[in-house]
């Protein structure tokens, strides 16, 4: 059975791109614009992987990564943050809320899935 990733992203072409590559590459993938979305489909679905943008309309990233985090089924869930900032303030509150890494737009298709691949074992 393949991995079952979320990925959230309120650009409609990024979120394309994510989701091709990594159904191109076995896994499936659900879809959310926002981090609101991204949320309430989370706590309906059960996935191994989210990939989540930094800033979003309704939801950002880093807080969305803090309300999953708080949920015991997302509590050791990996969380990739894919986004054009790359400042270390930004990655450090992402991981002092729980991100698992930090993946800089625009991203390599092939980097994108050897990340998803060493976070998921």
Known sequence: MSKHILAVDDSRSILQMVSFTLKGAGYQVTEA??????????????????????NMPRMDGITLTQKLRAHPKYKFTPILMLTTEAGDAFKT???????????????????????????LG
């Open 93 to 119: 509150k992402g991981k002092a809320v729980g991100a698992t890494g930090w993946l800089v737009k625009p991203f390599d298709p092939q980097k994108l899935v050897g990340v998803v691949k060493k976070v």
């Open 33 to 54: 614009a926002d981090g609101q979305a991204a949320l309430d489909l989370a706590g309906s679905g059960n996935f191994s992987l989210i990939i989540t943008d930094l």
